[in-house]
């Protein structure tokens, strides 16, 4: 878990990463300070309480998405405090009147947590994952093979989404599962071997591994669609099945190469020493 404050305005955001999710969570306090202004934080505590009171009573998903995770206060003690991923921050600033709504969306966007205009139009995400791969050097075969992977991916987690799978918990435990019985390494595992943090692990994998990781998750949902695998446990079945596929087929190739698919390398940029004069 990684934490770490961040600056909106003149007021301080906390947040961290779930390494298992991938995701960014924000202090929801803290959201809310900032779309009403109040330095007090007493004051922008009272403030979600009586809002979170209404949501619930309207039946509102905000106030259910959050999750209760100590963090570092004001006082320098951890306590217990409601964080939200962005989507759910985002359904949140629909709910407080506040001129800093906008200003608060944009900001998100700024920082690489939400892109609002892909919402409406998915090419610009791909064509801006497409720019970014060739400023970071990646060749045109490999942008192939990525965007092939994700693909196959969304096609996976369509099916998911389809047959009773709840998004979040249940969609990384099934992602893990698959990830681990194909390479042998937690995705977590697999992060820290290629010495990444918040990076996304398949920016990061080589032509080998984007191969693999596709045809496991190819493999996992033809294999669910045949047996028309039905909730989590059923396709948590089908998931060890689908990276069972991939697991046999790269053992067979590093028979046949003596080379290992599964590698450290990463694409990022080692750093530069400075040299003194």
């Known amino acids: 878990m990684n934490n770490k404050m961040i600056i909106f305005e003149e007021f301080g955001i906390r947040r961290y990463y779930d390494e298992n999710k991938e995701k960014w969570y924000f202090s929801v306090i803290d ?10 934080y007493k004051k922008a505590k009272s403030y979600w309480t009586t809002l979170k009171n209404r949501l619930k009573k309207e039946g509102s998903e905000v106030v259910t998405n959050c999750d209760h995770l100590k963090m570092r206060a004001k006082d320098g003690k951890m306590r217990l405090t409601d964080m939200a991923n962005v989507e759910t921050i985002l359904r949140l600033v629909q709910s407080v009147p506040s001129k800093k709504a906008e200003p608060i969306k944009l900001w998100l966007a700024k920082v690489g947590y939400e892109r609002m205009e892909e919402i409406t139009d998915p090419e610009k995400s791909v064509n801006r994952a497409r720019e970014n791969w060739i ?14 992977g994700q ?19 249940e969609y990384a435990i099934l992602t893990n599962v698959i990830h681990s019985e194909w390479s042998g390494l937690s995705v977590s595992e697999h992060k820290r071997l290629k010495n990444l943090k918040t990076q ?23 294999i669910a669609v045949n047996e028309n695998a039905e909730g989590f ?21 590093e028979e046949k190469t003596q080379k290992k698919v599964v590698s450290k ?3 990022m940029k080692p750093k530069t020493k400075q040299i003194e004069k």
């Open 135 to 148: 400023k970071h050097d990646r060749s045109e075969k490999w942008i192939q093979q990525r965007m092939m």
């Open 31 to 40: 959201i809310v300070a900032a779309l009403t202004e109040q330095r007090d």
């Open 265 to 267: 390398q990463n694409f």
């Open 233 to 253: 446990e059923e396709n948590k079945i089908t998931a060890v099945k689908g990276g069972s596929v991939a697991k046999n087929a790269r053992r067979e190739l």
């Open 200 to 222: 996304n692990l398949r920016d990061h994998m080589s032509e080998a591994e984007l191969i693999f990781t596709a045809l496991a998750e190819l493999s996992t949902r033809q």
């Open 151 to 169: 693909e196959t991916r969304n096609k996976l987690t369509d099916y998911w989404g389809e047959h009773n799978i709840k998004p979040g918990d």
